[in-house]
């Protein structure tokens, strides 16, 4: 629920990858890279000179896998031969270089780390989990938009948080593992519908391009009060946003707060110059759920001024049962 949590990607059955609307990107070098909308088939990643952060990632990634002693992120997994990686493995690659903006050293400490605790927490097994009904009813739906202004998708994936939805704060937020469980299951869902696995356009360098695997989040506190968090609300939040700057590199596009008071508009604006450039350009305050429809088109549910129908029938939550 805070302003710097990530993913939270962090989303259905259409590929954005294979849907973009330019038919072309360009890498550092100027080698084009074309992409067919229809295409199933991997593209060849440009070639790569010893120097390229990717290639010298690429070198090392042995010595990651074999100390991390796993291979899999955001369900792909990572190998190489002796000078190259699959197609999906750079992809991959390439999103922890962009979030460390190409430092290679950086980059390797930051997919270490996010080898040791997948293997660990398996979120992937999250992901299909059954979890509890009455904690997390209608708190969370994965979703497709079409024709997002801006985006270099025709199809995009969002997540939608919708913290009013919240009927016991203790329920839900006092047993942190179990939220964060449910959570962290939500940002898979949401990758999973990336389907990065059939991906065919390679990610732009660093600084040369959109990244067309992101997904848009929607955080909707309607009914919420400002005025006063209660401490495992706080505590939750505090812990969601640490996994996620962590773990979930290069997996958000733009992020949402809508149905905000104005009072926290200003919070956020004195707020803003003490963040990063690129972290302020993702995020968007919005006082009232319906002007989201202006930001992401007429695709958003009709909650927010769009022709979607509603979240609850568009939309793609986790399995629940009763408890």
Excluded at 24 to 46: E, I, K, V
Excluded at 112 to 128: F, G, H, I, M, N
Excluded at 135 to 151: A, E, T
Excluded at 298 to 313: A, R, T
């Amino acid at each position: 629920m805070g302003l710097t949590e990530n993913g939270d990607a962090s989303a259905p059955d259409s590929n954005p990858s294979a849907a973009a609307n330019e038919d072309t990107d360009s890498t550092a070098d100027g080698t084009q890279l074309t992409a067919s909308a229809s295409s199933n088939t991997p593209l060849r990643w440009p070639d790569l000179n010893p120097e390229h952060p990717l290639a010298q990632f690429i070198a090392i990634l042995p010595g990651v896998l074999d100390e991390a002693d796993y291979n899999e992120v955001y369900g792909i997994e990572l190998s190489c031969s002796a000078s190259d990686a699959p197609f999906q493995t750079k992809l991959v690659l390439q999103k922890f270089l962009r979030a460390n903006s190409d430092d290679v050293p950086q980059a390797r400490a930051q997919l270490l780390e996010t080898l040791k605790w997948r293997k660990s927490y398996q979120p992937l097994l999250a992901r299909d989990e059954v979890h509890s009904q009455a904690r997390f009813r209608g708190l969370g739906y994965v979703m497709g938009l079409s024709n997002v202004p801006d985006s270099v998708n025709t199809e995009d994936v969002a997540t939608f948080n919708i913290y009013g939805a919240v009927k016991d704060t203790k329920l839900t937020f006092g047993d942190i593992d179990a939220f964060l469980r449910w959570r962290i299951a939500l940002m898979e869902l949401g990758l999973s519908r990336l389907h990065l696995s059939t991906a065919t356009r390679p990610i732009p360098d660093f600084g040369h391009g959109a990244d067309p695997y992101q997904g848009i989040q929607i955080h909707d506190y309607l009914n919420v009060t400002f005025l006063f968090q209660p401490a495992e609300t706080k505590a939750a939040t505090k812990r969601t946003i640490e996994i996620f700057t962590k773990y979930y590199p290069e997996t958000l596009s733009r992020k949402y707060f809508v149905n905000v008071p104005r009072v926290m508009q200003w919070m956020f604006a004195i707020v803003r110059p003490m963040l990063a450039k690129e972290t302020v350009k993702k995020f968007n305050v919005l006082s009232y759920g319906d002007q989201l429809v202006g930001e992401l088109g007429m695709s958003v549910p009709e909650v927010y001024g769009g022709k979607g129908g509603s979240l609850e029938s568009v939309g793609e939550g986790l399995k629940m049962k009763e408890g």
